[in-house]
């Protein structure tokens, strides 16, 4: 007697990255130049602050910063992005003695989504 095997799906798994647009915002206009080194550092002063060292263990890459509109794009690991993304909506921090936040301005698992935003 044969046993009929049940239809399966094939299911695509999830993608390995997370695409954030991060922009630094603040209700006062900022009139210093915000570099890349100071995004890089604001982003992991967000997860030492909620986290602490385990946040700082977040693999995050940098990989677009735009200084003129104070917007970068980062990778996330996908298994990281609740970590990341929690560290960021919380987070709160001066830039010339003004008050700023992390805003996640949009989110994408494909990085070309993303670019022309």
Not at 16 to 29: F, R, T
Not at 62 to 86: A, F, M
Not at 100 to 113: K, P
């Amino acid at each position: 007697m044969s046993v009929a095997k049940p239809w399966y799906k094939n299911y695509k798994a999830i993608e390995d990255w997370q695409y954030l647009k991060i922009k630094i915002w603040s209700d006062e206009n900022l009139d210093v130049e915000v570099t890349e080194v100071s995004f890089r550092m604001s982003i992991q002063q967000a997860l030492e602050t909620i986290f602490g060292r385990i946040g700082v263990s977040c693999y995050i890459n940098v990989l677009d910063w735009n200084q003129y509109h104070n917007e970068g794009i980062i990778k996330v690991k996908q298994s990281e992005l609740t970590t990341v993304w929690s560290a960021f909506a919380t987070h709160q921090f001066s830039i010339d003695s003004k008050a700023c936040v992390l805003d996640i301005v949009s989110s994408s698992a494909h990085l070309i989504s993303l670019v022309n935003q």
